[in-house]
């Protein structure tokens, strides 16, 4: 244990983001590190309470509750506060293979049970996360690792996000020759197409791909499994294949004038306008463009906080973002009691920046879209909505009924649809005769087998849209399954 009493001496602080009204003039990210002085006292509140539950990594009431990959929390916290910096990287690096993505952008389910957190703010866990392995990439102590033996096995992996390369990772350390197919022109998944450049900087996720290459993985993008190459051909040339294709089928908004002009998938705002940014930092003009204009986002979730980021920093003339739900309340009910993940109101970066940018959070709340109108070119003009009230009927199942007399009527060319994602594309498990369930391929946890033999499933493709400490969790397990079915045991943890 660090500091017996740091605890009690010190309250939480997190590192200071980035002044909202000054960051959302440019795309870099909102987040910033730790300062030392700050850093020497937050590592000191970790109390080794002796039964970590900031790491046991499960669900509670249906949310995570715990880090997903096992983080060795109090042992890495002990020791950077000790400044045994190195070591903490290699507890660190034990269990998770890139914590310069969760350091920056995991919701930290490990903060919301950490026993601290009972009766005080949690201890940082994220931040003092990214602060080690930063140390470790500025002091050159993360270095390429070529296995010193090849076991002439070949794995196909199917997709390049984060489960993709976790799994990856592990097979090539495991001494296997790993080939990545990716469609897109970048390897990365959502890190690099869908979760933003402010959240996340893309050269944080090339860095990682750049060494993954170094360290013998190939990665084969532009090249769509199923299109470019057929299941046939890496069938017959690999020994395993795994899907870590995603779950990206969006879910659609089932309303008359859905096609009209103006209303986009979030993904594809999202997409093109991080490519656009990275190809030519704008200048090929092929991104949607919310400059001055009224702007909608339908969905109350992650997904569409980030549309609302990226629309105020195209200069858009206001912005608003529908939720079905209701307002979360602002501290635990006795419903979502510790350690369940905290199911609380909380002011993310977007909704920081609209504060300060337009003077009000954008969020609606419990607000339902009725009605499309358009002008006369077939255009978005406006939408038109309805207050809901959530209810609880007699045997305890919610349900909403419209509140008479609360329409409404928005003004709006550009609506964004950031309502969820039903499950992974259907085309390619067809070629592949791989089954499925609800949209999702059918892998038991864990195992990571499909129904066909020497195919095997991981991250949101098995399991529907998560996080990506979940998809890193998947990644290095189904390689050890995998590990096991070419090699009959495995070394791999
Ligand atoms: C907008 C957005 C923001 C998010 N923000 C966060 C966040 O802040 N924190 C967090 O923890 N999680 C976040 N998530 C969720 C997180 O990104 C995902 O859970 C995670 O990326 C899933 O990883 P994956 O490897 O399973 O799939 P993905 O990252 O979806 O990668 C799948 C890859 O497979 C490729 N692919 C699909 N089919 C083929 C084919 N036939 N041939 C070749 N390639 C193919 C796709 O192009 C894609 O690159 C966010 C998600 C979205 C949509
Ligand atoms: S990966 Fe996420 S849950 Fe795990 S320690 Fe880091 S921030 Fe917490």
């Known amino acids: 244990m660090g500091k017996a009493t740091g605890f009690m001496e010190y309250t939480r602080q997190n590192p200071q983001d980035r002044d909202p009204l000054a960051r959302v003039s440019d795309w870099k990210e909102y987040s910033s590190p730790f300062s030392d002085k700050l850093l020497s006292q937050q590592r000191a509140r970790c109390m080794d309470c002796a039964t970590p539950f900031c790491h046991m990594g499960s669900e509670i009431q249906g949310m995570t509750t715990g880090c997903p990959i096992h983080n060795l929390i109090p042992e890495w916290n002990d020791l950077v506060y000790r400044e045994r910096w190195k070591e903490a990287l290699d507890r660190l690096l034990k269990t998770n293979n890139f914590p310069e993505f969760t350091g920056r952008v995991c919701p930290a389910p490990c903060e919301g049970s950490c026993t601290v957190a009972i009766s005080d703010p949690a201890v940082t866990i994220k931040s003092i996360e990214r602060t080690i392995v930063e140390k470790g990439f500025a002091n050159g102590w993360i270095t390429p690792r070529i296995p010193e033996k090849r076991t002439g096995k070949k794995i ?7 489960a993709g390369l976790a799994s990856a990772d592990q097979l090539n350390q495991a001494g296997h020759n790993v080939t990545v197919y990716e469609r897109s022109d970048r390897a990365g998944g959502l890190l690099i197409y869908g979760i933003p450049n402010m959240k996340l900087e893309k050269d944080i996720v090339v860095r990682r791909i750049q060494l993954l290459t170094k360290e013998g993985i190939d990665f084969v993008t532009n090249t769509e499994v199923g299109k470019d190459i057929s299941t046939e051909e890496l069938q017959n040339q690999f020994d395993a294949v795994i899907l870590c294709t995603g779950a990206q089928k969006q879910r659609d908004l089932m309303l008359e004038g859905r096609e009209v002009k103006g209303i986009h998938f979030a993904m594809d705002y999202l997409t093109t306008t991080t490519k656009s940014l990275l190809d030519s930092n704008f200048e090929d003009g092929q991104f949607i463009d919310t400059k001055g204009k009224d702007v909608i986002v339908i969905g109350g979730g992650d997904t569409g906080a980030d549309c609302v980021a990226t629309a105020i920093r195209q200069n858009c003339r206001s912005v608003v973002q529908f939720g079905k739900h209701p307002k979360l309340p602002t501290s635990r009910t006795s419903e979502n009691m510790w350690p369940a993940y905290p199911n609380v109101f909380t002011l993310e970066y977007a909704y920081e920046e609209a504060e300060a940018k337009f003077g009000d959070d954008p969020r609606e709340y419990s607000i339902q879209t009725k009605k499309i109108v358009t002008d006369e070119k077939e255009h978005v003009k406006e939408l038109h909505t309805i207050q809901m009230k959530k209810i609880k009927d007699e045997y305890g199942k919610y349900y909403y009924k419209e509140i008479p007399g609360s329409e409404k009527i928005w003004p709006s060319q550009l609506v964004f649809i950031a309502i969820g994602f039903e499950g992974t594309e259907q085309p390619l498990l067809a070629q592949f005769d791989v089954a499925t369930t609800n949209q999702k391929i059918a892998a038991a ?31 290095r397990e189904v390689a050890r399954e995998v590990d096991c079915y070419l090699m009959g045991s495995s070394v791999l943890p």
């Not at 195992?447 to 991250?459: L, M, S």
């Open 156 to 162: 196909a992996i199917i997709g390049s996000g984060p």
């Open 445 to 475: 946890y864990g195992d990571y087998k499909t129904n066909i033999e020497g195919i095997f499933a991981a991250g949101d493709a098995r399991r529907g849209q998560s996080l990506i400490v979940w998809a890193i969790n998947e990644g």
